[in-house]
């Protein structure tokens, strides 16, 4: 599928936000560890979700759907063999903390995914489960999916990169279940947001834990268990980022719904990023409003806002000056090298942008429609339609159907924003 975008002056009316992804899978992967029924109200239905229910399913969850909530009933320290690969698609966060589930149990499972998901480097985690007492091996030797791990795990000392705030998610999440005190040192602890994420979810639960200041050392309590609990999952940031960032850079005012300013989910720093750089944002009942101003490009550091990188990367090319896009070297090992592909499809565009190590460098540059590449990558698609709305003539995108892993009403809040898009099946 491909999505045809033409340049749009303006935008107007209210942009509603799906649920957050992050939370719906903690959510999903809480509950079935739980004992009991669980009801979680506003899930988020979209392929990335669905991989973490369908893997649940096969541990043992019996977990039904209905439109805006869903109900589990766990398994809870009762996992069982699924006897088959379960397959997670493209979605890391369901892969990584699944990885931490099984690691419970004491048969052997193999955990799998796409292509995409296959050329993302998983051995810091398997690392970590093996210093806890876990067989767990990339089956190709190169540190990737697929899997195969055999639990049980016990307590003990444990060391993890942090470079992927899930690795210290899937640990944090797991470990409570386990009878003895685990104790677990992150190295250099990135995307810190989602880690404090977990530790909500862990404090709403009960479990006892501490955590440095720098969320670089966890000791983690053994013996415990989740219970059953209703919740409602909010708004997510991450994919409000695009349709406030295509307010900022076209004429336009958009008030932006579903979204809880109070919620743990690091994405939100983007109304920052935007003030910043020159945008008018205020908070009102019904939502964040976001005014377009002149935009002046700023340095912004990005280590706990790596899914912000694609939107931001558009947002410099019009922003005035130079924009530094600094601190994110974990865009890399995202659905694509985040970084890389940016640099390259918006320069097919005629953006002046700059590919550094840990991030990109643009230049105020105008933009003109081409055929531009998706890279299967949800928020490469959804960024690059940005580009499109401010690009002289037509752009075309490929790929454009993994919207549907985070965002799968994408499209159609676009189109009810006034936006020029429309969808070309291949």
Request: aromatic share 6%; proline share 4%; net charge negative.
């Amino acid at each position: 599928m491909k999505f045809r975008v033409r340049k749009t002056e303006k935008l107007s009316g209210v942009a509603k936000i799906p649920a957050s992804k992050s939370h719906t899978i903690r959510a999903v992967v809480i509950a079935s560890l739980a004992d009991g029924r669980s009801k979680i109200l506003n899930p988020l239905y979209s392929q990335d979700t669905l991989a973490a229910i369908n893997a649940c399913r096969l541990l043992g969850a019996n977990i039904q759907e209905y439109s805006d909530y869903m109900i589990v009933d766990g398994f809870g320290k009762n996992i069982v063999n699924p006897e088959k690969v379960i397959d997670l698609q493209n979605s890391g966060t369901s892969f990584n903390l699944i990885c931490g589930v099984v690691s419970l149990g004491n048969f052997e499972v193999i955990l799998d995914g796409d292509d995409s998901l296959r050329s993302r480097p998983v051995e810091p985690l398997l690392c970590a489960l093996r210093k806890l007492g876990a067989e767990a091996i990339s089956i190709h030797g190169n540190g990737k999916p697929p899997v195969k791990i055999k639990g049980p795990i016990h307590g003990g000392k444990t060391v993890v990169d942090g470079i992927n705030s899930q690795f210290v998610s899937s640990l944090l999440i797991s470990t409570p279940c386990v009878a003895e005190d685990t104790e677990i040192n992150v190295i250099n602890p990135c995307e810190k947001p989602y880690i404090l994420m977990t530790l909500r979810w862990l404090d709403e639960q009960n479990i006892r834990y501490t955590a440095s200041d720098d969320l670089s050392h966890f000791y983690v309590s053994g013996g415990q268990s989740y219970k059953s609990f209703e919740k409602k999952i909010p708004g997510d940031w991450s994919s409000a980022t695009f349709p406030l960032v295509a307010a900022a850079i076209t004429d336009s005012e958009l008030l932006i719904d579903g979204l809880d300013i109070n919620d743990v989910q690091g994405d939100k720093k983007v109304l920052e990023y935007l003030k910043r750089s020159g945008a008018i944002i205020s908070e009102e009942v019904a939502g964040i409003r976001v005014k377009h101003n002149n935009l002046i490009g700023n340095k912004i550091d990005l280590n706990s806002t790596p899914d912000a990188l694609p939107a931001m990367a558009v947002l410099g090319c019009v922003a005035e000056g130079k924009t530094e896009l600094v601190n994110v070297p974990q865009a890399r090992i995202k659905e694509t090298d985040r970084i890389k592909v940016m640099a390259q499809e918006l320069s097919k565009m005629g953006a002046n942008i700059q590919e550094i190590e840990d991030g990109l460098i643009i230049y105020q540059s105008k933009l003109k429609g081409t055929i531009v590449d998706g890279h299967k990558d949800h928020r490469v698609v959804m960024a690059l339609v940005l580009a499109g709305i401010v690009a002289e003539g037509e752009t075309i995108i490929t790929t454009a159907e993994s919207v549907s892993v985070t965002f799968p009403e994408f499209f159609q809040m676009m189109k009810s924003i006034g936006a020029s898009i429309e969808i070309e099946n291949d």
